[in-house]
């Protein structure tokens, strides 16, 4: 984990490389990073947005997290089961990909009277072992969605192809834009500021030229991780 000084550089270097691309924002992914790292981002270096990976991690750190100044996402594989535990804490989920965590994630949200801004996960490369719905599959997959109120569909995510190549992940967000270009228009035209999240430590600035305007960045920000979990990140 990074020295203070590191973070706030890190932080710098960032928010550097973003400054062509002013509508877009940053996200910091915070999966392993201990909570005093994350609250010392949010009140001294204004780092107002976080992603979370795991529902355990999650429920963990949130009574300590500096909530007042933190808006919170969850970003990872979310398991039907594990849904109870994150609808109250997070204001938002990038990884929306399946009818059955819909459901989930629609009934919690009844229960607790709330509504959640969802973003659908495309698996842009048809990579076998990653979750996000297929990009042929995203329109009726938007259909099936109608069937759950509580849900606010805000946008698409995409990881793309982890370590590619940079004209790789290129070709890929080139074509996850032009995907959210058309859903958009066609499905989400209401939607005031809709949300493209793409682009991670190794790819943010390839993801920023391709027009996402969510970037969510973990160790470029904070460091490597020694460990990285189940997620296969
Ligand atoms: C960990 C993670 C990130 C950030 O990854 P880095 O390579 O550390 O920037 C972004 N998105 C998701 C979904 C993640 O799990």
């Known amino acids: 984990m990074e020295e203070p000084l590191l973070l706030e550089q890190n932080i710098k270097t960032v928010r550097r490389n973003m400054a062509a691309y002013p ?11 201990p909570v005093e790292v994350i609250n010392e981002a949010a009140v001294h270096h204004g780092i107002c947005l976080i992603g979370e990976n795991r ?3 999650l429920v963990q750190k949130y009574d300590a997290l500096q909530k007042d100044a933190l808006e ?5 594989s979310l398991q039907t089961n594990k849904v109870k535990y994150i609808a109250d804490k997070v204001s938002m989920v990038h990884s929306l990909d399946s009818v059955k965590l819909a459901q989930a994630l629609d009934a919690a949200c ?3 009277d709330r509504t959640m801004d ?6 842009i490369a048809g990579e076998a072992a990653k979750g996000g719905v297929p990009a042929d599959e995203l329109y009726a997959f938007y259909e ?9 569909v805000k946008g698409l995510m995409t990881m793309g192809p982890a370590g590619a190549a940079a004209e ?21 035209p209401h939607v005031a500021d809709p949300i493209l999240s793409m682009g991670m430590s190794d790819s943010y600035e390839i993801a920023l030229a391709c027009g996402s305007n969510l970037v969510r960045i973990g160790s470029a920000l904070f460091g490597k991780r020694t460990y990285t979990g189940h997620s296969g990140i």
């Open 23 to 33: 509508h877009a924002r940053l996200l910091a992914a915070t999966k392993t990073v």
């Open 55 to 57: 529902a355990q991690e």
């Open 72 to 76: 919170i996402h969850f970003i990872g």
């Open 110 to 112: 009844q229960k607790r």
């Open 118 to 123: 969802v973003l659908i996960e495309i698996n």
């Open 144 to 152: 099936a969605l109608q069937n759950y109120p509580s849900l606010r």
């Open 168 to 188: 790789e992940y290129e070709r890929y967000f080139t074509k996850t834009r032009a995907l959210f270009d058309v859903f958009v228009r066609d499905q989400i």
